[in-house]
C-alpha cells in the first residue's frame, strides 16, 4: 500500500533561518506529489506540485520542492523563513487515473519565532 | 467564484447519535473527496465521487459510515449511532477530473462526540 512519510513532526526556527523538511512515499509506479499548508485558523491550500518534468518545483511564498525518484522523495525548502511561516504542512501523493485519492504524511508542525 | 463549502463548521452531539455532513464542491468539479483529520492519525481518505457515483468507497471505517452525491454537486456524509472515536475534523475536497488537477479543500466540519 501506499505510504508517506513526514520526517520531522515538530520544527522551531527563527526568523530567516533555512528550512527542509522532509517526505518519503512508498510507491513504485507514476506519482503526484504535493505539499499544502494550513495556516492556523484556515483551510488546507495547495504549496506547490510536481506532476512531471523539471524535478525542482516552485511554488507560492517562495517555498520550492524537488523531486528525488531515486530516492522516493519530495523535500520542501525555503532558504529563509518568515513568522508568516508558522503553519503545518502536509505532503501528500495521488496516482495517475481518476481516482486521485490523496495519501498524506501526518504533517509537520513549524514554528517561526520573530 | 466560491470555494468549496462545508456546513456546519462545527458539531456537536451525542454518542449514538445520528449526523449529517454537507459539501458543496466549486461548480464544475466532477471530482468530490471525503477526508478525516484526527490527532494522532493524520489526514485519512474515505471516498471519491465521479460524478454521482463512488468508485471508491475503501476508506469509510465502517458501515455507520455513508455519502452520496446528488446532481452531480452537493454530497452529505452521513454517519450512524456515533462514537467518540468518530470525533474529528472532516474535509471535502474537489476538482476537475484528470491529469493534473489539484484538489481544492473546503475548511471542514468538526465533529465532537459526547
Known amino acids: 500500500a501506499q505510504s508517506v512519510s513526514q520526517h520531522n513532526h515538530h520544527v522551531i526556527l527563527s526568523e530567516a533561518a533555512s528550512l527542509e523538511l522532509g517526505c518519503n512515499y512508498s510507491?513504485?509506479?507514476?506519482?503526484?506529489l504535493f505539499w499544502y499548508v494550513q495556516y492556523p485558523g484556515q483551510h488546507l491550500q495547495l504549496l506547490l506540485k510536481?506532476?512531471?518534468?523539471d524535478p525542482l518545483v516552485k511554488g507560492i511564498k517562495g517555498f520550492e520542492a524537488e523531486f528525488i525518484k531515486s530516492k522516493f522523495s519530495f523535500n520542501l525548502r525555503k532558504p529563509s523563513v518568515q513568522w508568516s511561516d508558522t503553519a503545518e504542512y502536509f505532503c501528500?501523493?495521488?496516482?495517475?487515473?481518476?481516482?486521485?485519492?490523496?495519501?498524506w504524511g501526518l504533517g509537520t508542525s513549524l514554528a517561526v519565532n520573530p | 467564484g466560491a470555494g468549496v463549502s462545508q456546513s456546519p463548521s462545527n458539531k456537536v452531539t451525542e454518542k449514538g447519535k445520528d449526523v449529517e455532513l454537507r459539501c458543496d464542491p466549486i461548480s464544475g468539479h466532477t471530482a468530490l473527496y471525503w477526508y478525516r483529520q484526527s490527532l494522532g492519525q493524520g489526514l485519512e481518505f474515505l471516498i471519491y465521487f465521479q460524478g454521482n457515483s463512488a468508485p471508491d468507497k475503501s476508506g469509510l471505517p465502517s458501515d455507520r459510515f455513508s455519502a452520496e452525491r446528488t446532481g452531480g454537486s452537493v454530497s452529505t456524509l452521513t454517519i450512524q449511532r456515533t462514537q467518540q472515536e468518530d470525533s474529528a475534523v472532516y474535509l471535502c475536497?474537489?476538482?476537475?477530473?484528470?491529469?493534473?488537477?489539484?484538489?481544492?479543500f473546503g475548511a471542514g466540519t468538526r465533529l465532537s462526540v459526547l
Open positions: 501528500a501523493v495521488n496516482r495517475a487515473g481518476n481516482n486521485r485519492k490523496l495519501i
Open positions: 510536481y506532476f512531471s518534468g
Open positions: 510507491y513504485g509506479g507514476t506519482v503526484n
Open positions: 475536497a474537489s476538482s476537475l477530473t484528470g491529469q493534473g488537477n489539484i484538489q481544492y
